[in-house]
């Protein structure tokens, strides 16, 4: 019954924006960090972006998505987000969201499109 659900995908232009959303249910969500990744075609799946547990107060990016992308999460919604300025075609891949905690089993989405070209 644990699910990750993944949705906000879809085309963009280069230079615009799209909100991915993770929708989180049948787990303890706030005790587990969030992450943000991304496979592109021909590419290996790459971290984007972690967000800690509880309040959330620490976060990381890749460089290549740094000052571009902002994770959050909203544990009253049970969700993570992933805000993405400044898109590029470079950013063009699947994105998934995954629950990961120190000592339980990490927990993964099935995934959302991202397509930006103009």
């Known amino acids: 019954q644990v699910q990750l659900v993944e949705s906000g995908g879809g085309l963009a232009q280069p230079g615009g924006a799209l909100r991915l959303s993770c929708s989180a249910s049948g787990f303890k969500f706030s005790i587990y960090f969030m992450r943000w990744y991304r496979q592109a075609p021909g590419k290996e799946r790459e971290l984007v972006a972690t967000?800690?547990?509880?309040?959330?107060?620490?976060?990381e990016y890749a460089d290549s998505v740094k000052g571009r992308f902002t994770i959050s999460r909203d544990n009253v919604k049970n969700t993570t987000y992933l805000q993405m300025n400044s898109l590029e075609p470079e950013d063009t891949a699947v994105y998934y969201c995954?629950?990961?905690?120190?000592?339980?089993?990490?927990?993964w989405g099935q995934g959302t499109q991202v397509t930006v070209s103009s």
């Open positions: 967000i800690s547990s509880n309040t959330g107060t620490m976060t």
């Open positions: 995954s629950a990961q905690h120190r000592y339980f089993r990490d927990y």
